[in-house]
């Protein structure tokens, strides 16, 4: 899972898109539910970066400027924790909160 820590890797990743799924993980470090949302997503990013999938990560705290742009970008209501799946350049799937499991990526990513 790759560190989203500036507008530029951001705009790489949602081009990225273009040319392979991309996964994009709002997480918050202050947050219980977030912290069960990031140990699912570990195990998403350990199965599915193999397979050519990029999956990055935005700590929304620390990087809230990358985090609020995201939303805009892709006119995605901002909420933490929150997964987009991105093809194409645009959101093909999202969601947040205790809806992120792996069982639910799985089924996506496998699409």
Request: hydrophobic letters at 40%; charged letters at 30%.
């Amino acid at each position: 899972m790759e560190a989203v820590t500036t507008m530029e890797a951001l705009e790489s990743l949602i081009e990225r898109s273009k040319e392979q799924t991309v996964v994009l993980f709002k997480h918050s470090t202050r947050c219980p539910i977030s912290a069960h949302a990031d140990e699912e997503m570990v195990k998403v990013a350990e199965d599915f970066e193999p397979q050519g999938i990029a999956i990055g990560r935005i700590l929304v705290v620390e990087n809230r400027d990358v985090s609020l742009a995201c939303a805009d970008m892709l006119s995605i209501k901002h909420e933490s924790p929150q997964v987009i799946v991105l093809r194409d350049g645009e959101p093909a799937w999202n969601e947040s909160h205790h809806a992120i499991r792996y069982d639910k990526l799985e089924s996506v990513l496998g699409q």
